[in-house]
């Protein structure tokens, strides 16, 4: 077994439709959302352990101002966008390296995004607001 064969069977098996979608968004449904899936408690490690997580002071927001919160902090902090980025890119088979070396702003952007999300996912799920 190669390595693309060993990557692609870890990866969670998501049922979605790809029907007439362009490049870049048959390579996230494709790619991207069971990387990330499989990853997340990998990211949430990164993003909760990073050292000026815990000034953000999270429980006094609501969704929105969270996920604004998060995406700014992502973006504000490079070295934990890097290493958001490469915990992804680290799992991706020869070819999907070669998509994303020509796609990689559109895609590193679109991995930040769809992080964000689903932090404020697990932060709305973990910390449910009353």
């Given at each position: ?20 979608t362009r490049p870049i968004e ?46 700014k902090f992502i973006q504000t ?42 932090y404020s996912d697990t932060f ?7």
């Amino acid at each position: 077994m190669n390595r693309d064969q060993k990557v692609e069977s870890i990866r969670p098996q998501l049922a979605l439709e790809n029907i007439n979608t362009r490049p870049i968004e048959k390579f996230q449904n494709d790619t991207l959302r069971p990387i990330l899936k499989l990853q997340h408690e990998l990211t949430l490690f990164l993003l909760i352990n990073h050292r000026n997580y815990k000034s953000l002071n999270s429980s006094k927001l609501e969704e929105k101002e969270y996920q604004h919160t998060i995406k700014k902090f992502i973006q504000t902090n490079i070295e934990l966008k890097n290493q958001l980025i490469g915990v992804v890119i680290g799992q991706f088979m020869n070819a999907e390296l070669a998509f994303y070396i020509t796609e990689r702003k559109e895609i590193n952007k679109r991995i930040i995004q769809m992080q964000v999300n689903r932090y404020s996912d697990t932060f709305n799920t973990s910390y449910s607001r009353k």
